[in-house]
């Protein structure tokens, strides 16, 4: 089944403690991409990445580190977490630029 | 992309009952949309997309409508049945990899 699977789907955690949330895709897609989801804010873009070792900013990469190392995997990084990144966390694949990106389930972080 | 609210708005409909779902997008250089349906607890799923050059496309049961001259854009939803109800989301991208996502309108049907 074509998915893009993401894991832990919950974790609490503790101020400074680093954490990484695994995302791989079995799609074959160049495009990956983290978004978080906060009420009322909508879905906003943390990092995206178009190909193997190839990553870049989007709105609010700010605390967050990502990798590219392998086309299925693009792992997400919080070096030093803080409570302002409590949130929902989805990472996402595209086969390339306008095409719709197809989500995981979903990664509820909270950080205390 | 969208301006962003407090406030999620929500339509409700009687089950059998045609929806519709507006949504209104900012950037004029925008010109590929999805509209995406979010059920509680899952990640965002892919309904329908159009390009910017046309105007209407139909899916099964969805018909997405686009109107450049006013930035809008509408979801149809035929026949609404109970699974309709989730959180809907407009997604716009002006060929970038980043998708600008609405707010998202709660669509609950009612039985």
């Known amino acids: 089944e074509a998915q893009v699977t993401q894991n832990p789907r919950y974790l609490i955690t503790v101020t400074g403690k680093k954490l990484t949330v695994t995302c791989s895709q079995n799609?074959?897609?160049?495009?990956m991409s983290w978004y978080r989801q906060d009420p009322g804010l909508g879905l906003r873009q943390i990092y995206y990445s178009m190909n193997v070792e190839v990553t870049d900013k989007g709105d609010v990469p700010e605390g967050y580190k990502v990798s590219r190392k392998e086309k299925r995997n693009f792992p997400l990084i919080l070096e030093s977490p803080s409570p302002n990144q409590t949130s929902l966390y989805f990472c996402?694949?595209?086969?390339?630029?306008?095409?719709?990106?197809?989500f995981g389930s979903g990664t509820r972080l909270t950080v205390v | 992309g969208e301006n962003v609210g407090l406030h999620l708005p929500t339509l409700s409909v009687q089950e059998g009952d045609n929806s519709i779902i507006n949504c209104a997008y900012s950037n004029s250089a925008s010109d590929y949309f999805i509209w995406y349906k979010q059920e509680s607890g899952k990640g965002p799923q892919f309904i329908i997309d159009?390009?910017?050059?046309?105007d209407k496309r139909q899916g099964q049961r969805v018909t997405v409508l686009l109107n450049k001259t006013v930035k809008h854009l509408s979801l149809q939803i035929a026949a609404t049945q109970p699974g309709d109800s989730a959180v809907y989301f407009c997604?716009?991208?002006?060929?970038?990899?980043?998708?600008?996502f609405g707010t998202g309108t709660r669509l609950t049907v009612i039985p």
């Open positions: 159009i390009r910017s050059n046309m």
């Open positions: 996402a694949s595209s086969p390339g630029i306008n095409y719709g990106y197809t």
């Open positions: 997604a716009e991208t002006a060929g970038a990899n980043n998708l600008f």
């Open positions: 799609m074959n897609h160049e495009y």
